[in-house]
C-alpha cells in the first residue's frame, strides 16, 4: 500500500502587474516553491505587464507538504531580479477544493520579514516539584534557516522570553544550521504557569544595522497546563501551515521535537490588486495506491474489448468510462489508459477501439475529430509519449534557427512597423511593401525548412505511430468510402500530426522541451506566424486561413500540400507485424534511452583540494535510466564513459548552498558504492534554469529508489568541518532535510500501472450518481447514455464494473479500518447524493 499525493499546477497568465525596468514594462517570470524549495521555473515573458505561460506542472508530492507558493518576478540583465509579488496556498485551502481552484488571484506584497523557513529543535521540561519551579527551555539547535547575509548565510542566535524574562543563546556565524546545546531556564512564581507564555525567536545578528528576523515559536500555558506550538510534522501526517499543536509545558516529563518558524503576525494592508493578478488552476490528487492485483479486475474490464474484439461498442466497461469523463479530466483519463495500454502491448488496438466509436457517430467527416473527445485526447497524448524524441529531431534544428537570427517578420500591415527596417537596410525606413517582401522570403524559408524536414521523416517515424496512423486510415476508408471523401483519410492523419502535434510544437516550443525559454515578442511572431502556415498544410489547403494578408503565402503551401500527401501515404506503408507492440513495462523509449544530456562541470567530494578556478572540470553528462555518466567527449557515451554513477545507487540528489564553492548553481549527487560507502559528487550549471532541470530529471529518474537518505548536507566538508552546519566529523548526520519525494511529471514518466488504475478507479468513483443510476437502469440525468439492453450483452458489463468499483471501495475500508486512517478523499465526498451505493 502506497500513499500517492500529486499537486497539477498550472501558471496560466499575468494581469496589471507593475513596470519594474525603466522601459515602463516588466519581463515577468514564476516561481513555484513547495515549502520553501523551489520545484519549478517558468520561462520569462519579455516586455509585458500581461503575460502568458501557459505552463502545466504536475508536482508529486511528500505526504504532509503545507503550503504551495508562487512568487512572481521580474527578470534582470544586470543586478538581481526584482521581485513583484507572491500568491501563498496552504494544503488545507488547496484540499477543501476538491474540483480543483482556477480562478484570478490578486499578488500580495513579498514581505522579508514574512518570508521565514526552516525549523528550530527544542526541548521544554518543567519539574513537577520544587520551589520555586523553573522552566528548562534547552535549545539544540535549526535547520534550514533564511539566508539574510550576502555569503548566502547567516550569523543566527535564538532570544527567548517567558514571564517578563529574556535571554539569548550565543551566536553562531556564518551558517543556515546554527546547533546551540544550551539550556536557558526561567523561575515560574506560585500559580504562574498557567499563564507563562514561551516566545523563542531566532534572528541573523549584523554588526551593521538592526538585526534581521528569521522566524518564531510561542507556546503558552492553558488551563490544565498546557500550551501550543507550531510542530514540524512527523513523517506520515499532514498539518497546514499556522496549524497549532499541543507542547505541554506543564506535562509530567520533557517535550522535545523540531518546531516550525511562523513570520510575526503581518500588519500589511491589503494590496487591493496594486501589484496585479495571477490566474492559477491548482487540484490536489491524493490516493492511496493498493497493492497491484487489487486493480488487475479493474484492468481486465477495460481491456476486454481489445483483447476480444467483437462486442457491441456500446456494451464495454470502456464505453462506460468515455461516457462518464467530463470534459476537465478527459486529457488526465487518456494520459492513464494510453500508459497502461502501452504497457501491456495494446495502445494500437485501444486507439482503434477509441477511433471506431468517434467514426461511428460522426456523420459529416469535416467534423471528424475536431473535439476534444477521449479518441482524440488519446490519440493526442499518444504522440507525446511515443512521438517526442521525434519531434525534436524534426523541428529542433529549424526552431533554434528562428530563436538565434531573430528575424523581423510581419506580414499583417495593422501590426507592421517601418521602422524595424533600419534594422534590415541602413538606407533608412523601408516601405510597406519592402517590409511585407523581407518577411515572405524570411518565413518561406522557414516553412521550407520545416516542410522538408517533415516530409523526409518517414524512417525516422516510430513504427508504433506509424502502425496507429495506418489503423486509423483503414477505419476512415471504411467509414467514408466515396470518391468525394478522398481527402478524408489524409486529414484524418495530418488532422492529428499536424494540428496535434507540428503546429503547437512551432507555436509553443517551450510546452513541448523544444527550447528552454519562451519566445520574446519578436521571435514569438515568427513562430505565430510559421504555425499558421503549417496548420493550413494541415488541414491539406482546403483552409488557407481568414487574413487576406497570408494570401501571398499561398503559392507556397498549395505546392506543399502535395507533398505532405505523398509523406503520409508513406507513412502508413508499414510492416504491421515489424511494427507490432510489445509490452512496454517500465517507459516506452526503452530502459537506457537518454533521458538528458550535455556539458556540466563536475568535482569529487574526497578530490585534493585545488585552487578555486580548476576545482570543477568540464565534462559531457548523459542521464539514462541506468546511470549517469560523464567523459571528456561526447563521442565517448556508454561503456567509453570514464565516469558512472548508476541510477539504482543514488541515495539523494540535493542542491548545494549558495556561497559554498566559488562557482554558483552547484547540485551534488550522493550514491552509495558496492562496499556501501557513501560518496558525494558535486555538478555545477551554468545557470538557476539548467539547475532545476537536472535535478528534477535525476530526481525522477531515482524516484524508485529504496533506502534514500532522509538528511544531507547542503554543504562540502573542507578544513576540517562541514561549511553549512560547522560538525567537525565527515561522517556526521546531514543536517537538512533531503527532497527527493518532491518531483516533476512528464509525458514520459514510468509507468505505474497500480497508480494509474487507482486514477481511474477514482474517476469512475466521482462520477457518482450518473454511474450508479445508469447502472442500475434508472435516469442518468440526460447527460450519460442510457445503459444497454441485457440482450445486447452491455447489462452484464455493467454490473461487473459496478462489482469491481465496490471490491475497491471494500479493499480501501479495509485498510483504513486496520490502520486507523481516514479513506482518501474524492469528489464525491462533497456531495452524499453521488455516493455509490453500499456493498451487498
Known sequence: MAQSTSLRCRVLEGKDLPAKDVSGSSDPYCVVKVDNEVVARTATVWKSLNPFWGEEYTLRLPRGFRSLTIYVLDEDTIGHDDVIGKVSLSHQQISAQPRGIDSWLSLAPVDPDEEVQGEIHLEVQVPEQGHPRVLRCHLIGARDLAPRDPSGTSDPFARVSCCGHTQETAVIKKTRFPRWDEVLEFELAEGELGDAVLSVEVWDWDIVGKNDFLGRVRASGGAGGTGAAVCAPPPGSVFPPHTQVELPLGAPGATKGWFQLLPFASSAEEPGGRLGS?????????DRVLPPHCYQPLIQ???????????P????ALAVLEEVTSGESRQDVATKLVKIFLAQGLAVPFLDYLIARELARTKDPNTLFRSNSLASKSVEMFMKVVGLPYLHEVLKPVVNRIFEEKKYVELDPCKMELSRGRRISFKGSLSEAQVRESSLGLLQGYLGDVVDAIVGSVEKCPPLMRAAFKQLRRRVEEQFPSAQHEEVRYFSISGFLFLRFFAPAVLTPKLFGLREQHADPRTGRTLLLLAKALQSIGNLGLQLGKEPWMAPLHAVLLPSVTRVKAFLDGLVEVDSTQAGEEPVPVAPFGPSATIKEGYLHVREAEEPALLPRFAFKKRYFWLSTEALSYSKSPEWQGPRARCRIPVPQMRAV??????????????????????????????QCKGAQELWQWLWALRQASSANQAMLPTCHPGAFRAARWSCCLQPARAAPGCSRTHGAVALGEWSDPLDPAAAAQSLYGHL?????????????GPAGGAAAEPPQAGQGGGAVWGRLQEVLRDLDTAHEDFARRHGVPRPPTDTDTDTDTAPPPAT
Not at 495571477?278 to 491524493?286: D, Q, S, T
Not at 461498442?313 to 464495454?316: I, L, Q, S, V, Y
Not at 548545494?656 to 550514491?671: I, K, R
Request: aromatic residues 4%; charged residues 20%.
Open 654 to 683: 540535493e542542491r548545494v548552498d549558495e556561497g559554498t564553492f566559488p562557482q554558483p548553481h552547484v547540485m551534488q549527487v550522493v550514491a552509495q558504492d558496492g562496499a556501501g560507502q557513501l560518496r558525494t559528487t558535486y555538478i
Open 313 to 316: 461498442p456500446a456494451g464495454t
Open 765 to 777: 468513483r466521482a462520477a457518482g450518481a450518473r454511474l450508479w443510476e445508469a447502472a442500475d437502469g
Open 301 to 311: 474490464l477495460l481491456a476486454e474489448p481489445i483483447r476480444c474484439p467483437g462486442q
Open 278 to 286: 495571477l490566474r492559477l488552476a491548482v487540484r490536489l490528487v491524493e
